[in-house]
């Protein structure tokens, strides 16, 4: 049986882990590169490194600052933002990225995802998914792009599906209305993605505690679990998330 991955978020802005609610209102949390070193040892199964505002201020990512997360990070690191082409990912890859991830621009052409998957391989493409609740959607949820800050309309389940089919080897999903908010993942949302594609889902939004993860585990079907508040604040640890997780009967690669 796969374990299941706890995997923390930094969300970098302007070079600094950054964190806010719903995309809004960001607190700077640390350096980004003493962080990676820190979850590297306490047992994180990945890290993922999301640079929110490459694709709104029209950038690449910094590279710099992934290489040196990188050289320090003895586990999978996926990093996004400001992806647009192959060549975007294999300098990415080249930094010392294990997989990448896609969003803004995956939905502005969605042969990108087909064109890295051909080249890379699908392990290597993460389709990003930022869902909010919609009720004029077939589905309930729709797309966001640019960090959050514009609606597409897309409806989030038809875009997942899509997403697999051109060649994404993983998801990251992220529910916009409860991101940073620490009231728990949307397991519906999770639940109904995970039920309709064939490939991991990583949950994202939501954490406040353990138990949390738990439920959009065993509720949501979710392959891992992504948090950044509740670890980069300290009101709960790898380990704690992971002990809670083996109490329920989920398995976690130990590292206690």
Not at 103 to 114: E, F, G, W
Not at 128 to 138: L, V
Request: aromatic fraction near 6%.
């Amino acid at each position: 049986m796969l374990s299941t991955r706890v995997i923390p978020c930094l969300d970098v802005h302007n070079g600094r882990t950054v964190k806010g609610i719903n995309f809004l209102d960001l607190v700077d949390t640390g350096d980004p590169i003493e962080q990676a070193k820190i979850y590297n040892n306490l047992g994180a199964d990945e890290i993922c490194f999301l640079d929110i505002s490459a694709t709104l201020e029209q950038r690449k990512t910094i590279y710099n600052v992934v290489s040196k997360v990188a050289e320090h990070c003895f586990i999978p690191l996926t990093v996004g933002g400001g992806v647009n082409s192959n060549l975007d990912f294999d300098i990415l890859l080249k930094s010392g990225a294990d997989k990448v991830s896609i969003n803004s621009a995956a939905v502005k052409d969605p042969s990108l995802i087909k064109k890295a998957s051909d080249k890379f391989g699908s392990q290597c493409v993460v389709l990003a998914i930022d869902a909010y609740k919609d009720k004029n959607s077939s589905s309930g949820y729709s797309v966001s792009v640019h960090g959050g800050k514009k609606k597409t309309g897309i409806d989030a389940l038809k875009w997942a599906v899509k997403g697999v089919e051109y060649g994404a080897g993983e998801i990251l999903l992220t529910s916009m209305n409860s991101d940073g908010t620490k009231s728990g993942y949307d397991i519906k949302l999770t639940k109904l993605i995970s039920e309709s594609v064939s490939v991991p889902i990583i949950a994202s939004g939501g954490a406040g505690k353990p138990l949390d993860m738990v439920s959009v585990v065993l509720q949501g079907k979710a392959s891992a679990v992504l948090a950044a508040s509740i670890f980069h604040f300290g009101i709960c640890t790898i380990e704690e998330v992971k002990k809670e997780m083996k109490k329920n009967g989920i398995n976690v690669r130990k590292t206690w």
